[in-house]
């Protein structure tokens, strides 16, 4: 399933949708080049999920972020990680087989111990049609 985003506020907006109809022990994987969107993407995620958005903040140098509610969410970010292993090493096995909501940034480095129902999501820039687009791929999720 694809999406096209015209601006942040349409990546935030679908981030916010997917995030209002998650459940409890889901996998979201989040790939997309630096300054694609994961982060607008995950924020609108968050919210959709109950939390409030403004803070929301990437885990880039903590690697996970935990929030805690009505749905537990675990924000990752596996992008200084250079294999699964490292999660393994730090626990991130654990959290993906939680109770919580997990969204993981470049959840491709790990994807060989994401749970078989992952929802994959990648955001693609295209300069080409403008500045602020972005393709949108979603894979497994149930229509």
């Not at 096209?4 to 998650?22: D, F, H």
């Not at 749905?71 to 294999?83: A, E, G, K, N």
């Not at 820039?125 to 393709?135: A, G, Q, S, V």
Request: a negative charge; proline letters at 1%.
């Amino acid at each position: 399933m694809n999406f096209e985003s015209w601006s942040s506020e349409e990546t935030y907006n679908l981030g916010k949708t997917l995030g209002s109809e998650a459940e409890k022990g889901q996998v979201y994987s989040l790939d997309g080049d630096l300054g694609a969107g994961k982060t607008v993407f995950a924020k609108g995620f968050a919210e959709g999920l109950g939390y409030n958005a403004d803070e929301i903040v990437s885990p880039t140098f903590t690697i996970v972020n935990e929030y805690k509610g009505e749905i537990d969410f675990y924000h990752m970010d596996v992008y200084r990680l250079s294999d699964s292993d490292e999660a393994f090493e730090i626990g991130l096995d654990e959290m993906l087989g939680s109770e919580a909501v997990c969204l993981v940034e470049w959840g491709e480095i790990i994807e060989d111990i994401l749970p078989e129902d992952t929802i994959f999501i990648n955001i693609e820039k295209d300069f080409d049609k403008d500045d602020n687009y972005r393709l949108i791929k979603i894979r497994g999720l149930k229509e």
